[in-house]
């Protein structure tokens, strides 16, 4: 997530918004943030029904109760455009967004 953080300007470049979501809770966000020092987007927490969000995109891993890291780029109609879901162990590089973004 801090590569989100140091491309922050080319995001906002694209009209994109960056948005973290995670299945820990809010305290739990806030304490990770400033352990990096703080972040500038916003962290949201899908908590409660715990993984819901991550369940309902086809992130989630059953037998561990955490979702995959999973990148999703939502158009300005709402639509999802891009969807990339892989081992929560992999951080894929932005340039590959940066071209999915690119084409919209």
């Known amino acids: 997530m801090p590569s989100y953080e140091a491309d922050k300007e ?53 037998a561990d109760g955490i979702s995959e890291r999973a990148l999703f780029i939502v158009d300005k109609e709402g639509k999802i455009a891009y969807i990339d879901i892989h081992d929560i162990s992999d951080q894929p590089d932005n340039e590959v967004l940066f071209d999915e973004l690119k084409n919209l």
């Open 10 to 62: 080319r995001f906002e470049g694209y009209d994109a918004q960056v948005l973290g979501i995670s299945v820990d809770s809010s305290p739990s966000h806030v304490a990770w943030a400033k352990s990096l020092g703080g972040i500038t987007y916003d962290l949201l927490s899908d908590f409660h029904p715990k993984g819901q969000v991550a369940k309902s995109y086809g992130a989630w891993r059953e």
